[in-house]
């Protein structure tokens, strides 16, 4: 059974930081292409950042300098550094895990940025 488990969520003042991490089981870890997504309310669900097997990242836009994707391939562990927050990065963050057609997703943590 397949599983990944956010942790590191919660409420931060503007220009603060959190870290998120996802806790993987259930897959060989090390060969998937790993992704953080998030989704505020009444929008799209949209990629933060991704990670490759081989460590290759990419960003979005609006996170770029500022967000930093990670993974610890011996921990089964993929994390997401969030610096210099504002209100609008206030969403919940989804990980993905994806090879090919096969994708899954944890069940989310909230991100609030708020003073």
């Known amino acids: 059974q397949v599983q990944l488990v956010e942790a590191g969520g919660g409420l931060v003042q503007p220009g603060g930081s959190l870290r998120l991490s996802c806790a993987a089981s259930g897959i060989i870890f090390s060969i998937y292409v790993m992704g953080w997504y998030r989704q505020a309310p009444g929008k799209q669900r949209e990629l933060v950042a991704a990670?490759?097997?081989?460590?290759?990242?990419n960003y979005a836009d609006s996170v770029k300098g500022r967000f930093t994707i990670s993974r610890d391939n011996a921990k089964n562990t993929m994390y997401l550094q969030m610096n210099s927050l504002k209100p609008e990065d206030t969403a919940v963050y989804y990980c993905?895990?994806?090879?090919?057609?096969?994708?899954?997703w944890g069940q989310g943590t909230q991100v609030t940025v708020s003073s």
């Open positions: 993905n895990a994806g090879l090919g057609r096969e994708t899954f």
């Open positions: 990670i490759t097997s081989g460590g290759s990242t």
